[in-house]
């Protein structure tokens, strides 16, 4: 099994990267190769929305116009069995490293008048969301953004996990029900629980 962890936190060894460490666990340990790109450390522009990537000798590729480090990230998502995308709440919202690659992701769809093809249909992505307030205060709006997103794409909503009130990460990893719900959710995504 492929796992490719698109990392959203701009903070290397931050809270959501702690949580990361703990879904993991499992599935390390089930032998899962897994990759970790950190999106904030790539070079990703925002989508131009030129509609190259709607040119008919594209329609079985990506196809994006824009020459950046997202190119090698479409490859790895299609090669990917699941795809587990993890970020902080900043400003309500996922953090703008991560919704760039999801404002990518539109060249995976290929458009004939009002249909189209999702280059990723039935791909497995999960959501992994840290935050400082409560689920109430961001977690859900970046919740209801992975549910929109996955069903545009057309791809399995493999499960989401918001460990929320994390202010700081001593708070963090003094929380023994964090950590156990976070590697409850690695076992589950891998099929173990």
């Known amino acids: 099994m492929k796992v490719l962890v698109l990392q959203g936190s701009p903070r290397k060894k931050g809270n959501t990267q702690e949580v990361v460490d703990w879904a993991l666990g499992p599935v390390g340990e089930s032998g899962a190769d897994v990759e970790e790109v950190f999106v904030a450390e790539k070079e990703i522009s925002g989508c131009r929305e030129c509609f190259a990537c709607q040119a008919p000798e594209k329609r079985a590729v990506p196809g ?5 480090d997202m190119t090698d990230i479409y490859i790895k998502v299609l ?24 404002d990518r992701f539109f060249c995976f769809h290929k458009f004939e008048g009002h249909n189209y ?6 791909k497995r992505f999960a959501l992994i969301v840290t ?3 409560d689920e109430f205060d961001g977690a859900d709006l970046v919740v209801e953004q992975f ?20 202010e700081s990460g001593d708070k963090l990893r003094a929380d023994p029900a964090a950590r156990a719900r976070a590697e409850a959710f690695g076992r589950k995504l891998i099929g173990a629980d």
């Open 131 to 133: 935050a400082a307030g």
């Open 117 to 122: 093809t999702s280059l990723l249909r039935g």
């Open 64 to 68: 994006c116009a824009v020459r950046d």
């Open 147 to 166: 549910q929109r997103l996955m069903e545009y794409m057309k791809a399995e909503d493999a499960g989401r996990l918001a460990v929320c009130s994390v």
């Open 79 to 102: 090669d990917a069995n699941l795809v587990i995308m993890a970020t902080p709440v900043f400003c309500w919202g996922m953090s703008a490293q991560l919704k760039a690659v999801c």
